[in-house]
Nanobody
Framework: QVQLVESGGGLVRAGDSLRLACAAS????????MGWFRQAPGKDREFVAA????????YYADSVKGRFTISRDNAKKTVYLQMNSLKPEDTAVYYCASGQIAEASMALTAYNYWGQGTQVTVSS
């Protein structure tokens, strides 16, 4: 069973930055893609960013492109989400996810394991 633990969320003001981290227990972490998703109150969970197994390929939702950066450190079994120029509409619970796939996907169904989520609140 893969365990994913997110950290780094919090309450910030519009324009501020946060860095989320997701630590994985999986021994084969370095073989698989990782993703970040978010869910705002009353809305469906949506794709934010994904990275392939070695970090060479990344994908972003249009709403975060140019502001967020996903990266990974396979030696530390950790994936990061650097969030800059935060907006109130970025407020949500952020989840990391692990898929048994090498190349990244924007689809929720591609990911088998999910963290418990970390709250990000951006005030205006």
């Amino acid at each position: 069973q893969v365990q994913l633990v997110e950290s780094g969320g919090g309450l910030v003001r519009a324009g501020d930055s946060l860095r989320l981290a997701c630590a994985a227990s999986e021994r084969t972490f370095g073989f698989y893609a990782m993703g970040w998703f978010r869910q705002a109150p009353g809305k469906d969970r949506e794709f934010v960013a994904a990275v392939n197994w070695n970090g060479a390929n990344t994908y972003y939702a249009d709403s975060v492109k140019g502001r967020f950066t996903i990266s990974r450190d396979n030696a530390k079994k950790t994936v990061y989400l650097q969030m800059n120029s935060l907006k109130p509409e970025d407020t949500a619970v952020y989840y990391c996810a692990s898929g048994q796939i090498a190349e990244a996907s924007m689809a929720l169904t591609a990911y088998n394991y999910w963290g418990q989520g970390t709250q990000v609140t951006v005030s205006s």
